[in-house]
């Protein structure tokens, strides 16, 4: 190549160099990136595999080797062997290109196999790539992208076939197709799209290879963007030396390699998966295992039965052990797609047998599908049986640990932990199949366990049983004070414990991340120090593809409690690292989200806890938590707490129930509330709310202090509302509270000048009877002249009055001159007395006396007062 580069003239030595390359265009690679577009620059020459010194690497060398290679654009020119050190010789050195070779061999260098490096310095390049899936659930499924060397836009579904797509899953790593689908919705409004149409055979290495034909008129007619799903496990067949292709051993193709499948944990229900996918029927026995390759995939598949291909079934690899190669999973499907089969009789409750006499029985068919709901995994939650096309629950009566030692075998989940009652799990729906179960732990399916008959029972669904297994697993951070990132734990055999960093990578981290809900990427700190305490070491060695969605999918070693030592328990923090805001009394792993709403400020609430998301239970739900949910996802003011599933039933776990918060908590994690996961409720209680949407925090100044400001979001909200009408309220309440103290002061001032006067009055009448009292000694001592203001007292008689010098005892009785005095003068006379009561002496003993004859003076007063008793009572 070079003497040409050299020796022609320019335009022969394009024309020279083009027809070289096209006999070179597969010669250069990427190797030990994430993928097929980034890691180390590696050039085949002579049938030697060379790298690049990484002297003068730049973006535009990187730019002509990603597109050479058809992975988009350069995002990153790395250098000093971050991908590792290669090994043979250093093809180039100082290489300059301008960034629009066709070739990386095409830019001036040093010359080839010229340099001054060492494998410590290899050059490598992180492209785009040319083609990606997008917005899916998943790494290896979502909507068909590619780049046009300036931004991502989708590929149509018109004219788009399998083998495309079986070439998009095989360069990005993902497997093998096993669905295409169309009419998915544009992400872009405009509805722009890839202006070609692919035609690929299924063979080429990349789609950039595939031969593309510019759609007519230079529009696709589509009915909407393509949406591609692939897996590694999609291949599946029966290896047999006879000739039936419907029973033998059970095989798999792993990234091109057949893999048989192990026999621990294989169960009916996977097998009947594997007869419908190879449309053998179903399944009529799984024989005991027989002897295959050294080479066994020990990937456990938790089948329902229901499930029509076997990628679609819940897989995990972490921690399963070795399988040796005796014990290969196989099959025997009835071949026969209309084969009836004898109908098995479960209406009969059967006694209990060993596990022998259950595997001599010969085959039925069985409907009856089991699983478990609810517990974040496929080994623990609520029981349900299918039967007749329903879903229906056990009551937990009689429920006990053997019972669930069944179940959980039945599952291949290893052994039952716990059997929970009282719907653990939340409450089921449609019929409850089985009650008062007596099982004695050895039967093959829980159905066949004694009972009370199919379909009788005296339950509710608050009844419903649940159980958990051996294989449980969740997956949690610890942390004092973050939020996604802490010493990384995995529940697992009832207990959580630690996992091993070594040999962690970036994938790993990744989908760990991912799963735990705190963004696509994170690192490995192997800079804290040793963690304290004691706990079991689960597991080490996980090495994770990029086509897990999981961890529990990860191959990893087996189950140890003691995997490493302490110093290599992993720490890990994801993008999504955050001061923890919930309480530190628990591994604080929870997000806050709404869905199902109109808006992005309104919707059911939903907590991510353990590894799931789930939903909280409306009892005590009122605005004071809506607003602290609003507040918390910057959603503004709360004008609405949503009961009763208005945004729809939610799935999964009811995490929270009876919360309850002031309003100014900083976070849902700060209120009150049952324990996790602890509740009484069903997703028709699932709690929403409706935010305003508009951010009430001002804005900071550079002092760092709130400004102010003339606005008043939210002022005409709910709370806004409700807040002024009770202002009101108050207001005038207030008004008449003021009115009837003012007017029960103007009484009692009336009142009180009243009772001045009478009191004035009845002096006078005490000076007057004292004074007649003085003058009965003797004629000469008497005056004619009556005392001034009583002229008319003298004058007028009252009818029925002695005249005060003949009053007796025996006229008015004292009790019945108590009784008068008391009728009429009431408090206010008595309270005349006390104030001119002089104590103990000579007019106390007076005023003794005086009592026997003042009833007539009193009647004659008050007739002259002109005053009723009812005035003083």
């Not at 942390?479 to 630690?498: H, I, K, P, R």
């Not at 996992?499 to 696509?520: A, F, N």
């Not at 529990?552 to 189950?559: D, I, M, R, Y």
């Not at 992993?570 to 955050?578: F, L, W």
């Amino acid at each position: 190549i070079l003497s040409l580069q050299h020796q022609a003239t320019p335009r022969l030595c394009w024309l020279s160099v083009t027809t070289v390359v096209l006999s070179l265009s597969e010669q250069l690679r990427l190797v030990d990136g994430r993928g097929p577009c980034a890691g180390r620059v590696e050039i085949l020459d002579h049938g030697t595999w060379g790298t690049i010194c990484n002297y003068s690497w730049d973006l535009d060398d990187a730019r002509v080797v990603c597109r050479q290679l058809g992975c988009g654009e350069a995002l990153k020119a790395t250098r000093s062997s971050s991908f590792g050190a290669g090994s043979g010789p250093i093809w180039l050195g100082n290489v300059k290109c301008t960034g629009k070779e066709s070739h990386v061999w095409m830019c001036p260098s040093w010359g080839w196999g010229k340099h001054y490096c060492d494998h410590s310095q290899d050059a490598g390049v992180i492209c785009s790539g040319f083609v990606r899936l997008a917005g899916g659930d998943e790494p290896c499924s979502g909507r068909v992208e590619v780049h046009t060397g300036e931004a991502w836009i989708p590929v149509s579904d018109g004219n788009f076939t399998l083998p495309t797509a079986q070439v998009i899953c095989a360069e990005l790593g993902c497997g093998k197709a096993v669905s295409v689908l169309g009419q998915v919705p544009f992400r872009e409004s405009n509805g722009q799209v890839w202006a070609e149409e692919f035609r690929c055979e299924g063979e080429e290495p990349k789609l950039w290879w595939c031969p593309r034909v510019p759609c007519p008129g230079g529009t696709c007619h589509h009915s909407g963007a393509v949406q591609v799903v692939c897996s590694v496990y999609a291949d599946v067949r029966l290896l047999t030396n006879g000739s039936s292709q419907c029973e033998g051993q059970v095989e798999m193709n792993i990234f091109g390699r057949w893999r048989a499948l192990c026999a621990s944990h294989w169960s009916l229900a996977n097998a009947n998966v594997v007869c419908r996918q190879l449309g053998c029927g179903v399944v009529i026995s799984t024989p005991n295992g027989a002897e295959g390759s050294d080479q066994l995939w020990k990937a456990r598949f938790h089948c329902s039965g229901t499930e029509s291909f076997l990628w679609k079934c819940p897989v995990t690899a972490l921690g399963v052990p070795d399988c040796s190669h005796d014990n290969t999973a196989s099959v025997i499907c009835s071949e026969n797609q209309t084969q009836v089969l004898p109908q098995c009789d479960h209406f009969v409750s059967e006694p209990a047998r060993s596990a022998a006499s259950e595997e001599s029985l010969p085959y039925c068919s069985d409907s009856r599908q089991l699983r478990l709901v609810d517990g974040g995994g496929p080994c623990a939650g609520r029981v349900e049986i299918l039967d007749q096309g329903s879903w229906g629950t056990i009551c937990d009566d009689g429920w006990d640990l053997d019972d669930a030692r069944v179940v959980c075998r039945q599952l291949g989940c290893g052994e039952a932990l716990n059997a929970t009652g009282s719907a653990h799990f939340g409450v089921g729906s449609g019929p409850i199949w089985l009650d008062d179960l007596n099982c004695t732990g050895k039967e093959s399916q829980v159905w066949r366990c004694p009972s009370r008959g199919w379909g009788r029972h005296d339950c509710r669904h608050k009844e419903d049983a649940g159980v958990i297994c051996s294989e449980f697993l969740a997956l949690r951070m610890v942390s004092e004070d973050q939020q996604c990132a802490g010493w990384l734990e995995v529940f697992y055999n009832g207990t959580w414990g630690s996992v091993c960093r070594s040999p962690m990578d970036d994938i790993t981290v990744s989908i760990i991340c991912r799963q735990l809900g705190c963004g696509d990427s994170g690192t490995l700190n192997s800079s804290v120090g040793l963690r304290e305490g004691s706990r079991p070491r689960w597991v080490d060695l996980i090495q994770c593809r990029k086509t897990d969605t999981s961890l529990w999918q990860c191959p990893s070693g087996p189950w140890k409690y003691s995997s490493c030592s302490s110093k290599e328990e992993a720490y890990i923090s994801c993008a999504g690292r955050r001061p923890k805001s919930c309480p530190t009394a628990a591994p604080c792993t929870e997000k806050l989200r709404l869905r199902g709403g109109d808006s992005e400020c309104s919707g059911r609430v939903e907590v991510w806890h353990s590894g799931s998301w789930g939903t909280v239970c409306d009892d005590s739900w009122s605005l004071a938590e809506a607003e602290v949910v609003c507040q918390q996802l910057d959603c503004g003011q709360a004008l609405e707490a949503v009961r009763a599933a208005t945004f729809g039933p939610g799935n999964g776990s009811i995490w929270l129930d009876e919360v309850r918060c002031g309003g100014r908590e900083s976070s849902l994690w700060d209120c009150a509330a049952e324990p996790w996961g602890q509740s009484d409720c069903k997703h028709e209680e699932d709690a929403g709310v409706r935010c305003s949407g508009v951010r009430t925090t001002l804005p900071m100044t550079t002092a760092g202090t709130r400004t102010t400001s003339n606005s008043f979001p939210g002022i005409f909200s709910l709370p806004g509302v409700l807040c002024l009408i009770l202002g009101a309220l108050l207001f005038l309440v207030l008004i008449i509270l003021v009115t009837q103290l003012l007017r029960w002061r103007a009484e009692r001032r009336a009142l009180s000048s009243y009772e001045d006067a009478l009191a004035e009055a009845v002096y006078e009448e005490l000076d007057y009877v004292l004074t007649q009292k003085e003058g009965l000694g003797s004629p000469d001592q008497r005056t004619d002249v009556p005392a001034e203001n009583y002229d008319d007292v003298e004058e007028v008689p009252v009818p029925g009055t002695p005249p005060a010098s003949q009053g007796s005892e025996e006229e008015v009785p004292p009790e019945k001159e108590d009784g008068v005095r008391s009728s009429q003068t009431g408090s206010c006379l008595n309270f005349s007395r006390e104030a001119a009561d002089p104590g103990e002496g000579e007019e106390s003993l007076w005023l003794l006396q005086g009592k026997k004859g003042d009833a007539g003076y009193d009647d004659v007063e008050l007739s002259a007062l002109g005053t009723t008793p009812e005035t003083f009572s």
